[in-house]
């Protein structure tokens, strides 16, 4: 399991300007809610090998917490964490998360001029806490053709987690890429008229 350390804040306390992510920790076992305070650089280290389904170990107030990040806030300009939401769950209760979706291996269509279309890019499962899968790795070697797909309903994680979304969905086919040939503008030619217009004095 992941770890953190974290330290407990004040309601209106300013942790930014000390390189910390404020943080709000719960659970249903979690009578008050927790405000905490999280180094930021470390936060970003652990997050991105666990991400929102693997459970994290949070110390604090020499206490341990078993959590997941079920939310966070970021700054619309640069990009950073600004905000967390901990959710310490029952690790005997099964809980819902969405799990990202990564494809592997190469899919023989692509060679036949075609383009791998990554159609779903996470799975909705059910699963006890320290049960989720970090990511679901779905072999695309078997598309073949245009007309093969990965539908849901082949995917297997086992018995201890249970997908949710919806089977006849799919995750993963090749589409064929037409050559489009650009087609060049023809002139065209103004109409030859051989008999001559008269003139304004051959009228009269």
Request: net charge negative.
């Amino acid at each position: 399991m992941y770890s953190l350390k974290a330290d407990l804040r004040e309601k209106k306390e300013n942790v930014e300007a000390e390189g910390s992510i404020p943080a709000i920790l719960y659970g249903p076992e979690i009578k008050e809610n927790v405000l905490l305070k999280i180094n930021l650089n470390e936060f970003k280290k652990v997050f991105r090998e666990a991400g929102e389904t693997s459970l994290i170990e949070i110390e604090a107030d020499k206490k341990k917490y078993s959590v997941l990040v079920y939310g966070y806030q970021k700054e619309p300009l640069s990009g950073e964490f600004i905000h967390l939401d901990l959710y310490a769950p029952n690790l005997n209760v099964e809980v819902e998360a969405e799990v990202p979706v990564e494809l592997v291996g190469v899919a023989p269509a692509v060679a036949l001029g075609g383009t791998l279309n990554h159609n779903l890019k996470v799975l909705h499962v059910k699963a006890l806490p320290n049960e989720l899968p970090h990511k679901i790795e779905v072999d695309v070697s078997s598309l073949i053709t245009f007309a093969d797909a990965i539908p849901v309903s082949s995917i297997d994680l086992g018995g201890k987690v249970k997908i949710l979304t919806n089977k006849d969905e799919v995750i993963a086919t090749v589409i064929e890429v037409k050559a489009q040939v650009e087609e060049q503008p023809v002139a065209k030619e103004e109409p030859k008229n051989d008999t001559e217009k008269p003139t304004e004095e051959s009228k009269e």
